[in-house]
């Protein structure tokens, strides 16, 4: 995936300050760059972070489709081909729209503070039919759509070398609640399913990360490792309420980037995220699962002017659990 980053993820695996993956080493040996630091800045300058005193700005729009399909079996097996009970199918086709603001500023020339504000919008489809009842159309057709604000970010970020490569970049952002909780939302009886559709995760969390730039003209080769921890919080489950916690998310990342010329670049990237099983009470629940979330990567950037440039970058997952697809624009830009 094409820098820049809002994260240290492999869904977002790039600096926040860098607005591509490559640019020739020798386009901005003699003058400073007036946009968004590039990977070919990087060679030529190593402090890969905004400048101290600068602020630089990142305006984001990001799509994902997710659907699934699933066959529910409720009932009991009399014989190896009999079953007793209910056999119901269900289609569900999950849209979300985010559009994101992001603020860099420069506290030194090797450390960054970082604030985001994603709005979301979300679209979820899903459609049931009993089979075993014979029924000839979807007894149950639930269409939800609405959105508002969704979890405010917040990360500083430092370049630990200067002088030598590879480039070493360590992370700390933390994760509020202001988005919408799934857990403040009522739940129809009829359908089991929300009335309205949650924009948020609920929790806070606070995630560390460690990421590698290598420059190697004429690519860029990328890693990061990053660890989400979800604080406990006490919500209303049912009639009751119940502690619960989150399962924390381990992602690891890696790409390569290649430059087409000085101002067009493009990178490929693999994802991998663990998301361990959420406790309620201390205590897995009895449908918890461990999820395994892969997917690859291409992002294409090209920097239009001095101080601004256009970023691309469309995700295809590889495993069930997985978005099916996502595609971000992004257009850093600076004054």
């Given at each position: 995936m094409?820098?820049?980053?809002?994260k240290f993820s492999l869904t977002t695996l790039t600096l926040p300050c860098l607005s591509a993956l490559l640019l020739s080493n020798?386009?901005?040996?003699?003058?400073?760059?007036?946009r968004p630091l590039t990977v070919g800045d990087v060679i030529a300058r190593p402090?890969?972070?905004?400048?101290k005193g600068k602020l630089t700005f990142d305006a984001s729009l990001s799509y994902t489709q997710n659907s699934s399909n699933k066959v529910s079996v409720v009932g009991y097996t009399v014989l190896p081909t009999l079953i007793v009970g209910r056999i119901e199918v269900s289609d569900s086709d999950r849209t979300t729209i985010t559009a994101g603001l992001s603020a860099r500023y420069g506290l030194t020339n090797t450390t960054e503070l970082e604030l985001r504000l994603p709005f979301v919008y979300r679209n979820d489809q899903i459609s049931t039919r009993p089979i075993q009842d014979g029924a000839q159309d979807n007894t149950v057709n639930i269409t939800l759509d609405g959105g508002g604000l969704g979890d405010v970010e917040l990360a500083l970020r430092h370049q630990f070398n200067v002088d030598s490569t590879p480039y070493w970049i360590g992370g700390l952002s933390v994760k509020s609640d202001s988005g919408k909780s799934p857990y403040d939302i009522e739940i129809d009886d009829t359908t089991n399913t929300y009335k309205e559709v949650p924009t948020g995760s609920g929790?806070?969390?606070?995630?560390?990360?460690?990421?590698?730039?290598?420059?190697?003209?004429?690519?860029?080769?990328?890693?990061?490792?990053?660890y989400i921890y979800n604080f406990e919080d006490d919500v209303n489950v049912g009639d009751s309420s119940s502690a619960v916690k989150l399962g924390d998310t381990l992602s690891l990342g890696a790409g390569i980037g290649f430059s087409v010329n000085p101002d067009l670049s493009f990178s490929l990237g693999l994802s991998h995220k663990t998301i361990l099983k959420s406790t309620l009470d201390g205590e897995e629940a009895d449908d918890a699962k461990l999820l395994q979330l892969d997917s690859i990567n291409f992002g294409v950037n090209y920097a239009f002017s001095k101080t601004s440039s256009l970023n691309v970058n469309a995700q295809a997952g590889l495993t069930e659990d997985t978005p099916d697809f996502q595609l971000t624009v992004r257009v850093p830009f600076s004054f």
């Open positions: 094409s820098l820049p980053l809002t020798t386009t901005f040996a003699q003058e400073e760059a007036a402090g890969v972070l905004t400048p929790f806070w969390s606070i995630e560390p990360s460690l990421s590698m730039i290598y420059p190697t003209d004429p690519a860029v080769l990328f890693t990061s490792l990053s």
